[in-house]
């Protein structure tokens, strides 16, 4: 029997509303259907642990190749199935659970497992007809349900710690442990407005790993010092989206560049480390721009709908991401941040950045 979570079974709904549906529709940054935006659905391609499938849609019958036989399914079949899972995945109050009724389905057209082989980076691959161009682009998703728990944009590490040197201020050892024993649930804001209190000031310094700030760099030659201001931010404010976090950034305007002609200088910025990020930038190893097959998501909203994002449409998929997208807190003793410590006679003070869908 088949178990998985919300979001492993939200895979499998993918591929039968899709096919169902036999359409892509795109997203905008509020996640609503953008009007008049259609991409008929011409193939799914779907990589299983013992083989490649393809399923070719054509008029109303779904054509499944892989091995030597071709199977030809109905589409009602596809729409009744998805209607019946995305049901069972909300209804259920389980982590993981099993569907018996769709996993027979699943085997009679070749859907052996939740999730695709872990050695693709795709979730799902899909050829797609543009009318606008008349091209037939093979486009590769990564799932994010809304059906399950929010998932993260960018996990939480020693990798992601941003480095802040406390000065104006001088601390005894016996005063630096009496901060570091702030244990309330703000903690590290407590910590932080304790420091501000004693007219002590926060200035970054840099990230704690080179190869996190050369990626930045790469970026963008002013991100390490930008992300440094927002997640100062929402570690001293109630804030956390990022929109809301990069507006009150902007509008202190700390790298002090040339708004006169109002240029949006620090959400540009953002929205491209944001990009970079979803297609395959990661703090522990060297980025070298280039996107991963993973060109974009699929969204699984809670009412069942699925909305596309791709790097092919470039503006509605930055939009999505930075209007859909919070910094979080992380543990603070597994990846060693929020406490004062001293170096060289020089007080320090490290604070995390994580990255979550807010839904």
């Not at 002609?261 to 930038?281: I, Q, S």
């Not at 997208?325 to 990846?335: G, M, P, Q, V």
């Not at 006679?345 to 490290?350: I, M």
Request: glycine share 4%; proline share 2%; hydrophobic share 35%.
């Amino acid at each position: 029997m088949i178990t998985g979570n919300k979001g492993e079974w939200s895979e499998v709904y993918t591929l039968f509303k899709l096919l169902g549906d036999k359409q892509l529709f795109l997203g905008n940054k509020e996640i609503e259907k953008l009007e008049g935006i259609v991409y008929p659905i011409l193939r799914v391609l779907r990589t299983e642990k013992n083989d490649d499938f393809e399923y070719s849609i054509q008029d109303e019958i779904i054509l499944i190749s892989g091995r030597e036989e071709v199977l030809k399914i109905a589409i009602t079949e596809f729409k009744e199935k998805a209607k019946i899972l995305l049901e069972k995945i909300k209804a259920s109050k389980e982590r993981t659970f099993s569907v018996p009724e769709i996993e027979k389905f699943m085997q009679s057209i070749n859907c052996i497992s939740l999730k695709a082989s872990s050695t693709v980076k795709t979730d799902i691959t899909i050829v797609i007809h543009d009318q606008r161009t008349n091209q037939q682009p093979t486009l590769g998703f990564s799932i994010k349900s809304q059906l399950g728990s929010p998932s993260t944009l960018l996990n939480a590490g020693k990798t992601t710690n941003f480095i802040f040197k406390i000065s104006n201020l001088k601390l005894s050892k016996l005063e630096i442990n009496k901060i570091n024993s702030i244990d309330s649930r703000s903690k590290i804001i407590d910590r932080i407005n304790f420091v501000l209190n004693s007219n002590g000031q926060f200035n970054f310094v840099k990230t704690e790993r080179q190869i996190f700030s050369n990626n930045l760099i790469l970026i963008d030659s002013k991100l390490p010092e930008i992300l440094s201001q927002i997640i100062y931010e929402f570690y001293s404010s109630s804030k956390s989206s990022v929109t809301d976090l990069t507006h009150r950034t902007a509008d202190k305007n700390p790298l002090f560049f040339d708004v006169s002609n109002e240029h949006k200088f620090y959400e540009y910025k953002v929205k491209r480390f944001l990009t970079d990020v979803a297609l395959g930038m990661m703090p522990s190893k060297v980025w070298t721009g280039q996107y991963d097959a993973t060109g974009g998501y699929l969204v699984v909203k809670e009412d069942g709908d699925i909305l596309c994002y791709h790097i092919y449409n470039k503006n509605e998929f930055e939009n999505y991401l930075f209007n859909n997208t919070k910094l979080d807190t992380a543990s603070s003793s597994r990846h060693d941040f929020g406490s004062i410590y001293e170096e060289n006679g020089e007080l320090y003070f490290k604070l995390n950045l994580q990255i979550r869908f807010i839904k």
